[in-house]
């Protein structure tokens, strides 16, 4: 479904709107952000960081043109292009409050306006405002711009059609929306969390255990479940082959046994406070926040990775990503024209500043990802895009020659033009010239393509609409003749 948004407003800038204003930016949206904090460019500019270091290790695709970011002075002058608002100002129902008055007064009619609400239930963000019907929640989780799941919670006057919008934007910029079917304090995720707390603040105020030790117990267990099956996928499995309901037979009397304190609150005194935050000095007081979140990130992204591999969960959301970055790093090429005697001109890119080694140059392997981007880039201008390749229909590389030229230096932009060498029903023989802005090669590459049949595994003859476009690339760029380099093998000395 069409959504609309091309441009998106922050209303508060801190952890969560830091983290979904980097999801937007990296995402490719313009954002327009408000947060009257002193120091909120700062802060702004420390969690964009982090974000575009995990989205260059987390993503196989070329990341693409980012958003472009604003700050404003008034909630009106951020709000008023915006096609959709998120807010993310401290929970407090009344600045909460103030702050919906103040976005309603400017924004544009048909305006998503989402709440990052941890807790409050959508019909008291909407109580006394004048258009109710564009205010739900859109509840993520930290960090914003790794984490898929966004709880979309709405009341009687939403239109749902309007969030249908809202969930259509969120599942473009990598996102899986979770419709809450009836509002509820701290809607579904926030519920687990807040039961698990209670329970690890008992165990440190009991002096049962300490605040790492209670993050062992997750860390190396069930949180690696839970990580990848949930909770009752997690017990299925646990009850063996007969499933569930052995499970439930054998764990939920249990259930009225003491096993847990979830009807009491620990009253957070100064004593428990000054235990937990003393505790929590000793295990992680020697990393900064920003530390922690870069290995939390690269934690993140290593486990999304995995499940990415599996087609598993969030894993998923991160698949779909990629080939919505796959397809958007490559719309431009489709319009690219086919000339007679010319290369194509279908990718380029940058050198960015973790691809250096410790020469100073473009480390060895970014020449081979170089490539296979702009190899990328021919196959969907070919027509194999993921509507072909979900045929089970694919092309595999089955060969590579790589010639490195020229050194390049960080932030250097690089071109590739891509000619068709030859061609037969089930391979492609493919050159690409890297040039450097000075128009120097640095590097060529020469492929071997074949097309297979991905279900059976094996090779076989290409189909349309690839075959006709082949056919005219081949006729395009039969007069350009092969350099002398092609088809050379290594040297020998
Ligand atoms: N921190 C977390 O783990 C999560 C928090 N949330 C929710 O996100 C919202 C924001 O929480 P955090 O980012 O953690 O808080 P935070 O304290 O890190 O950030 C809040 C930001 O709002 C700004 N602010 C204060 N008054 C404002 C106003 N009138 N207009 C615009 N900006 C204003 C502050 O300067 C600050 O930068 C809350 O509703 C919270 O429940 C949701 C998911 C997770
Ligand atoms: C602790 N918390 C209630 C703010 C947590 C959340 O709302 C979600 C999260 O990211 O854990």
Known sequence: MAHGVKKAAAIGGGVIGGGWVARFLLNGIDVAVYDPHPEAKRIMSE???????????????????????????????????????????????????????????????????????????????????????????????????????????????????????????????GMKPLHVRKEI?????????????????????????????????????????????????????????AGMRHFIAQFGPCLSWPWTKLMDVPELTDELVEMIATQSDEQSGKYTIRELERIRDDNLVGILQALKANDWGAGQSLKEMENRFYAKAHAGSAKTEIEDGKPLQLYSTQVRGD???????????????????????????????????????????????????????????????????GKDEKRLRILHEVLNEAGDVVCTGEHMLLHVNTEEARACPMESPVTDRVETIARAHGGIGTPEFAGRPIRTI
């Not at 270091?53 to 009106?76: N, V």
């Not at 007064?105 to 564009?134: F, V, W």
């Not at 410790?358 to 981007?373: C, I, K, P, S, W």
Request: glycine share 8%; hydrophobic share 40%; aromatic share 10%.
């Open 355 to 421: 691809w250096v080694d410790y020469n100073g140059h473009m480390t060895e392997f970014r020449y081979l990802q170089v490539l296979a981007d702009g190899t990328d880039a021919f196959l969907i201008f070919i027509g194999m895009d993921e509507t072909y390749r979900k045929r089970g229909l694919s092309i595999y590389t089955v060969e590579t020659h790589i010639r490195h030229v020229r050194e390049c230096k960080a932030g250097e932009k690089l071109t590739l033009y891509t000619r068709l060498l």
């Open 47 to 173: 969690i964009l960081a982090n974000a575009e270091r995990a989205y260059a290790k987390m993503l196989l695709p070329p990341l693409g043109e980012m958003g472009t970011l604003t700050f404003h002075d008034t909630i009106a002058d951020a709000v008023k292009d915006a096609d959709y608002i998120q807010e993310s100002v401290p929970e407090r129902l009344d600045i909460k409050h103030k702050v919906f008055a103040e976005i309603e007064a400017t924004a544009k009619k048909g305006a998503l306006i989402g709440s990052s609400t941890s807790g409050y239930k959508p019909s008291e963000l909407q109580d006394g405002a004048k258009h109710p019907e564009r205010i739900f929640v859109a509840h993520p989780f930290n960090p914003v711009y790794l984490l898929p799941l966004v709880e979309l919670v709405r009341t009687e006057k939403n239109d749902p059609k309007a969030l249908d919008r809202a969930a259509a934007f969120l599942t473009e910029v």
């Open 185 to 241: 304090d701290a809607h579904i995720a926030d519920r687990f969390l807040e039961a698990v707390w209670r329970e690890g603040l008992w165990l440190i105020k009991d002096g049962i255990a300490t605040t790492e030790e209670i993050d062992d117990a997750i860390r190396f267990g069930f949180g690696l479940r839970w990580a990848q099956m949930g909770l009752f996928e997690t017990y299925r499995v646990a009850g063996g082959e």
